[in-house]
């Protein structure tokens, strides 16, 4: 086996030298605590607010609104109980989908445990929530509305304009999981009424274990983690000076080149698409064009299962996925695939491959005939 091909960069991403290069002084030179009051610690307190300032132009909110996490699902966590703590006078009903990260969706889950009443919008073959659906949903004891800006294992953009216009008229709070279309399509949480969003730092070639939640000015959510006053007095613990730095000179140069970059990925997406359906039997899952993240390729190959794709992919070199990362060492189908109205079965035969900067034109052609080779000779010795 010579070179990896990765096609897989919806679960994680490597770590950009330049990245990397920054982040390094952190650990030795910069290592004062950046609550003390020497030089040491003044870098360390600069670097952060730099890696804000940096994090929050790609979203177009204040610096003073980015929370720092230890990732994306302590940020869905914070969100969405944190909020639903802090708000419960008001009302007890939370509003999601059934295509959700499993940080929202198993969150949720808890709260209803809780006494609270969590209402799974269903979505429509494509993966699109219905607006109409969302508006028939709102109810008196409305507090939260927490919907996935992009889908991880499809790549389904959803409605994120329409339905901000919807809560804001109604006085509710939009929660959205962004991790996915951070630094890759547009987000503007200004001007499209979100009020909080949750972002990874590992999902566009920073550190792993870093993220933030926004949470716009007004507010107002419990703490998760209790202690010192960092963050604001939201957050406790000593700050990870170092991943923050990484994540914010990652926020910057992905922001540099998204424009540049969705479009190269949208053109090998569609390559790869292409080139899959010509082989018998295969199916995308997900929307096609304009409405799905430049890089998710998501398809079920009728009769073969997911997993074996996986397995023999591997042993090409190439990395692929069959569910999202966090549930494919379970036997169930993607629930997120079955949301589609797809059976049992199909939904077993999946498999994503996610494309990114180490992405290249020759590596659509290679990894198209691969599949069509090993869906073949499946099929046959079945
Ligand atoms: C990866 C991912 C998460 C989890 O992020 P971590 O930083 O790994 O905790 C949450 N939501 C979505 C949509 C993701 O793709």
Redesign the pocket.
Known sequence: MEKIIYMDH?ATTYVKDEVLKEMQPYFTKYYGNPSSQYSISMENKMAIELAKERISKVINCSPEEIYITS????A?NWAIKGFALANKHKGNHIITTKIE?E?VLNTCRYLESMGFEVTYLPVDKEGFVKIQDLKEAIKENTILVSI?FAN?EIGTIEPIEEIGEICKSKDIVFHT?A??AFCKIPIDVRNKNIQMA?L?A??IYGP?GI?ALYIKKGIKIHNLIHGGAQERGKRAGTENVPLIVGFGKAAELGIKIMEEESKRLSYLRDKLIDKLLQIDGVIVNGPVGGKRLPNNVNVCFQGVYGEDLVFLLDREGICASSGSACQASSMEPSYVLTALGLEKSLAKSSIRLTLGLQTKEEHIDFVGDKLKEIVERIRKNN
């Open positions: 919806a990732g994306a699902s302590e869905d990260h940080a996935i991880n999981d991790v996915q949750s990874s590992h999902k792993k993220g």
